[in-house]
């Protein structure tokens, strides 16, 4: 089981930019894609960004595609999420998740469901 912690949010204005890290223990980490999620009170949550466990193939949200970069540096367990050109919208508790695969082939394959390890989440607050 891979067992995963978030950190980095933090309030930031309109247009700046932030990288929040996932730092990830056990040793199945380097077998595992990795995805990070965002909820707002009231909403379901939302697939933001997936990378497979070689950190070769990346998946966006069409939200935040040319925007958002997901990575992973799998010799310090750590899957990392900059953001920029950050909006109001993008305003969310943001979460790291471990799947069960190593890939998923096309991002229409990406469903909670695959991700059983779930971090607490850290707070992004983007203001206008």
């Known amino acids: 089981q891979v067992q995963v912690a978030e950190s980095g949010g933090g309030l930031v204005q309109a247009g700046g930019s932030l990288r929040v890290s996932c730092a990830a223990s056990g040793r199945l980490f380097v077998t595992r894609a990795m995805g990070w999620f965002r909820q707002v009170p009231g909403k379901e949550r939302e697939f933001v960004a997936a990378i497979n466990s070689r950190g070769v193939n990346t998946y966006y949200a069409d939200s935040v595609k040319g925007r958002f970069t997901i990575s992973r540096d799998n010799a310090k367990n750590t899957v990392y999420l900059q953001m920029n050109s950050l909006k109001p919208e993008d305003t969310a508790v943001y979460y790291c998740?471990?799947?069960?695969?190593?890939?998923?082939?096309?991002?229409?394959?990406?469903?909670?469901?695959?991700?059983?390890?779930w971090g607490q989440g850290t707070q992004v607050t983007v203001s206008s």
């Open positions: 998740a471990a799947s069960t695969y190593s890939d998923f082939g096309s991002i229409d394959h990406i469903q909670l469901t695959g991700f059983p390890s």
